[in-house]
């Protein structure tokens, strides 16, 4: 099963890849969608939505997570990360994927076990699972990764616990 | 010039047209896209953007003015009317049409003259100002055609003082 993951905000939308099958994860790729301040933003929403098009013809994922706005943050942030989120959530559905959102705790808690942990070990973590040489990089794609880890591990509890770290 | 006010939101987006000539407003068309909260957000943005791509296909506006969010207001409500928000501007940009946002106060400074005025005050200066016969409902499409008369007001400064009330 492929699996996208989301990371949504107006300068920068993390996504990952990746195919999951019974408790083994494997990364197929991830990147970041940047848009430049010096644009409008309904044009930096409309780069968002035809970049992610694009991925979505090009890795046929079968289900979407994305993180969701976390309420600890400031309001202000939060008001152009639901504009784009807003814009993930429409461009999915209209391409009949269902999208599942998940609160940075929860996927933190998919991830490394516990809802607390810093973007260094997530990233380690992550590595181990998708079997990387590397962390993923940037931080946003990172987190995408991560969103559709977790988006799988909620599709399959029973897979949860041995999936995460062989 | 025909100008489309946008008053956002995921359970009624309202919308309002106005003809604009000089110091001359008129009605034209006005109402509310309502989803349903039975239905995933993914669903119902995308009838708000599929109705609103029918109203733009209809009334072909040239120039859109869309309320902005408060920050007075409570975050929870704000992220719904971001995303929705983010709908808008996105299928906007897309149909070639630019969109300026308009804080709360600015509308009301629009059509009231002041940044304080009550929402049967706004709706009795629109039915004068729009030449109608009784104050535009619901009131999310009331919101609507205040931001398409703050939009055009914008536009063209020279015009604020005479055009509204007569």
Redo the contacts between chains.
Sequence with gaps: MRVLGIDPGLANTGWGIIDARGSRLRHVSHGSITTSARE????R??T??RELIDIIRKYKPEIVGIES?Y?AKN??S???V??????V??T???LDL??EAFSPPMIKQAVAGVGRADKEQMQELLRLILGLKDPPRPDHAADALAAAVCRYNYLSPEQTAEGKED
């Design positions: 409008l933003n309904g044009r929403l409309l968002i939505r706005i309420f309001q202000t939060a008001i152009p639901a504009q784009a989120m807003g814009v959530l429409v999915c559905e209209e269902r999208v």
